[in-house]
């Protein structure tokens, strides 16, 4: 939450303006630690891991809990994410204790979403997770467990009938090959998948998540969907993938911007998605700074066309609608 204050044009102003903005940025970040729920009440977004593909020692992998009435539901499931989870654990968020981590949804099957996914299937059952996980993605989620399950066969074996005896069932995945539409719903959530334009992806998601009156939608990775646009349609929070320098302004294409504009959204495109979106909070995360730009010009890009809140979210952060 520490970077809220970048999304105001003013910081970059002057010197002093920026010293304002730290302080208020600073009250925010303690507001935000304070505001860390004790209780199991409510709905909030827990972000175990912000990052992208480059390996950041300060953002895991892209990977966040929506939490609802004391349950967690992870989305995506980058790299670090059981131990972030654990983190947040140890700062009040009991919902993310190890044995608690049952049930994921996958945007779609790229690497920097799906490397903490033999973390999430076997941590918590070394750790006497006591049911499987439930899994919820895309075509070919099934095919990657399989896989995964396959390549860690004598690691279970020996757990199940070495000395650990572990549990012979919590290892497996009941996995759910979805297609878009209300995918899930219990007494906490209601969920809906959202078809989202990734490059060459056959099927790329994003999801809603409606629960205790708010709404909180997350893009998954894609270029400008409309899709995007209608699933949040005046949301509580709009969760988002950016990145920033996209164009040299020659007009020069690189086959880097061939790949960015059509897997990504730009800053300047984010902006014009929310400001037809209106979600009453942006958050942007996975931000891929290009072309020597930096989280400053990002917002500022974003801010051109959406003048709501926008927050540049990092490793940890816990937001309320
Ligand atoms: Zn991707
Ligand atoms: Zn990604």
């Not at 690691?155 to 009938?161: N, S, T, Y």
């Not at 069932?169 to 959202?194: C, L, R, S």
């Not at 061939?258 to 979600?279: D, R």
């Not at 891929?288 to 809140?309: A, L, S, W, Y």
Request: proline share 5%; charged share 20%; with cysteine.
């Amino acid at each position: 939450m520490k970077n809220k204050c970048v999304g105001h044009a003013v910081c970059s102003l002057m010197a002093i303006a920026a010293m304002i903005c730290i302080f208020f940025a600073t009250r925010r970040a303690r507001a935000q630690e304070e505001k860390v729920p004790t209780s199991v009440h409510g709905v909030f977004v827990v972000f175990l891991g912000t990052g992208m593909p480059r390996p950041d020692p300060g953002r895991q992998g892209p990977s966040l809990a929506i939490v609802a009435n004391g349950k967690a539901y992870i989305v995506d499931a980058g790299v670090g994410l059981v131990r972030q989870a654990t983190a947040a654990y140890a700062r009040g968020i009991k919902a993310l204790h190890t044995d608690q981590l049952d049930i994921a949804f996958l945007t779609h099957l790229h690497s920097d979403h799906t490397l903490g996914l033999p973390d999430l299937i076997f941590t918590p059952w070394v750790m006497h997770r006591p049911v499987p996980l439930r899994l919820y993605g895309p075509e070919g989620t099934e095919a990657m467990v399989n896989n995964i399950e396959k390549a860690w066969a004598e690691d279970i074996d020996i757990r199940i009938h070495g000395l650990e005896h572990n549990t012979t069932g919590a290892y497996k995945v009941v996995v759910h090959e979805i297609q878009p539409g209300m995918i899930y719903q219990d007494a906490n959530v209601t969920v809906t998948a959202f078809p989202v334009l990734h490059g060459s992806w056959k099927e790329a998601l994003g999801y809603r998540f409606d629960a205790d009156g708010k709404s909180i939608v997350i893009s998954g990775d894609t270029r400008p969907a409309q899709s995007v646009v209608d699933a949040c349609n005046g949301c509580d929070i709009l969760i988002h993938e950016v990145y920033s320098g996209g164009s040299r302004g020659s007009g020069e294409v690189t086959p880097g911007d061939a790949y960015f504009s059509s897997f990504h959204t730009s800053a300047g495109e984010l902006g014009e998605i929310a400001a037809k979106a209106k979600p009453k909070l942006l958050v942007v995360w996975h931000y891929v700074p290009r072309r020597n730009t930096d989280q400053t010009k990002m917002v500022e890009e974003i801010h051109k066309t959406f003048h709501g809140t926008v927050v540049v979210a990092n490793d940890l952060d816990v937001i309320s609608p």
